[in-house]
């Protein structure tokens, strides 16, 4: 048996982790402590979380819960995006080099994060480029929340089928994936924890994994904590 703590960049992320990969984990003995927002400030002592990614309050913030649970069966994973990643993060302006293999970069941005985390028990994870990608695996499933919204759909089939994986989808500023959604369902935008949620569940974890392998490589690791 293992538990796991999950850092998370906001609360689409963060009910994904509880409502898809908690009942997912649990089969094989790898058992969801919680999900939670990652520091982005600390002021006064008090700390603030989701909404921006700063990395030294991150940072410090993954220390503190590994000074907190010292134990070795106790892991600590994380869902932040490559898109807009802090100017800090460890290894970045090294990474630059690499911009043209974005799943090459991704795995060095990771391993110098865990470097820079220095615990055996951090599995670092960034998403290539940002959670939206993973609804590109199966975009008819948006038809779920938006009815009569064909047109549109179509469209984000036709931005998928143009890669060869949706986290090959770019991160610019107008055109990340989560940028592309809201182009078409603009109110997506304020719906991002229900919606965002429900249409990956609608899609299912395992062809996500089929279509992203980034994201499949990172739950495999998660599942052999168990």
Request: a neutral charge.
């Amino acid at each position: 048996m293992a538990r796991l703590y999950v850092f998370t960049e906001g609360p689409t992320e963060q009910v994904f982790a509880t409502t898809l990969l908690a009942p997912h984990l649990a089969n094989i003995g790898v058992y969801l402590q919680a999900a939670i927002l990652i520091a982005h400030s600390r002021r006064h002592g008090v700390v603030h979380r989701g909404g921006g990614r700063n990395y030294l309050p991150m940072k410090n913030d993954i220390l503190r819960f590994l000074a907190q649970e010292r134990a070795a069966d106790v892991f600590f994973t994380t869902m932040i995006d490559l898109y807009a990643i802090h100017p800090q993060f460890p290894g970045l302006e090294k990474s630059l080099e690499l911009r043209h293999l974005p799943q090459k970069r991704v795995q060095f941005l990771e391993q110098a994060f865990g470097n820079d985390i220095g615990d055996q028990r951090f599995i670092p994870h960034i998403q290539l480029h940002e959670y939206e990608a993973y609804l590109f695996s199966n975009p008819d499933c948006f038809g779920e929340f938006y009815p009569r919204a064909n047109r549109s759909i179509e469209k984000l089939k036709a931005i998928a089928a143009r890669v060869e994986t949706p986290e090959l989808i770019d991160d610019g500023q107008h055109t990340a994936p989560s940028k592309r959604i809201t182009e078409f369902f603009p109110d997506y935008e304020d719906a991002k924890p229900t919606v965002g949620t429900q249409v990956a569940q609608c899609i299912g974890l395992s062809t996500i994994r089929n279509r992203c392998p980034h994201f499949n490589s990172w739950i495999s690791r998660l599942e052999q904590l168990g």
